[in-house]
């Protein structure tokens, strides 16, 4: 199996095999939450036009994300795991839109043979679901803050799940405390807004392991799969 790791939004482009799109402040934590707690689509929006657009065919629908990490006008909610969390979601369509990890989804989407989310909340699953596929090669793609600057917390998710494929597990511990008390990323702790950036985002983001399933891309919307 080979393993790379890209980059931004230039990276999802060159992904190839199967696709990792990895954004765990907030993206694709929010995603795992919001289909844990019953949704029964997740449809995944480049642009927050083709949401709005959405939402005027289906007043039923809800909508979830944010640019530059703050909620959206006239949004249901941001992109937020401790908001996901509050809510019931069974039977519900949900469109999510985010400034970098939903467009990473539909960049990757254009040579991999498949997409998956990468957040820490359901690595060991992701791991799982692709070693049981054994791909020739597989694409990890950071997206990073706005789809073009580094985030520390999307690299350091490439390295542990890379660690899980090739059987040399990294610790977790070290890197959730770089997280929380060393790490330069601006994405997470510059939105000073209480209601786009709940305070209990950043434990739910990094409470590993705590889904079994993964999230699939197809079809311009996310759909879970135990391995």
């Known amino acids: 199996m080979k393993i790379r790791t890209l980059h931004y939004l230039e990276g999802a482009r060159e992904a190839s095999g199967t696709a990792v799109v990895i954004d765990v402040f907030r993206a694709f934590s929010t995603a795992c939450y919001i289909a844990a707690k019953g949704a029964e689509r997740i449809i995944v929006t480049e642009h927050a036009e083709e949401a709005y657009a959405y939402k005027q065919k289906h007043p039923e629908y809800l909508l979830a994300g944010e640019r530059g990490g703050f909620t959206l006008e006239g949004f249901d909610f941001g992109n937020s795991p401790s908001a996901a969390e509050q809510r019931d979601f069974t039977g519900s369509t949900v469109v999510l839109t985010t400034s970098a990890g939903t467009k990473g989804l539909a960049e990757a989407?254009?040579?991999?043979?498949?997409?998956?989310?990468?957040?820490?909340?359901?690595?060991?699953?992701?791991?799982?679901?692709?070693?049981?596929?054994?791909?020739?090669?597989?694409?990890?793609?950071?997206?990073?803050?706005?789809?073009?600057?580094?985030?520390?917390?999307?690299?350091?998710?490439?390295?542990?799940?890379?660690?899980?494929?090739?059987?040399?597990?990294?610790?977790?511990?070290?890197?959730?405390?770089?997280?929380?008390?060393?790490?330069?990323?601006?994405?997470?702790?510059?939105?000073?807004?209480?209601?786009?950036?709940?305070?209990?985002?950043?434990?739910?983001?990094?409470?590993?392991?705590?889904?079994?399933?993964?999230?699939?891309?197809?079809?311009?919307?996310?759909?879970?799969?135990?391995?």
């Open 109 to 227: 989407a254009r040579h991999a043979d498949a997409v998956i989310t990468g957040s820490f909340v359901n690595a060991s699953a992701a791991a799982h679901w692709i070693l049981k596929r054994d791909p020739h090669e597989v694409s990890l793609v950071c997206m990073g803050w706005n789809g073009r600057e580094p985030a520390d917390e999307d690299v350091l998710y490439a390295r542990y799940l890379e660690g899980l494929l090739t059987g040399n597990p990294l610790p977790f511990e070290p890197m959730k405390e770089f997280l929380r008390h060393h790490s330069k990323t601006s994405s997470f702790r510059t939105v000073l807004d209480p209601d786009s950036l709940p305070e209990g985002d950043f434990d739910l983001c990094l409470d590993l392991d705590r889904f079994p399933f993964v999230l699939q891309f197809t079809d311009g919307c996310l759909i879970p799969f135990h391995p």
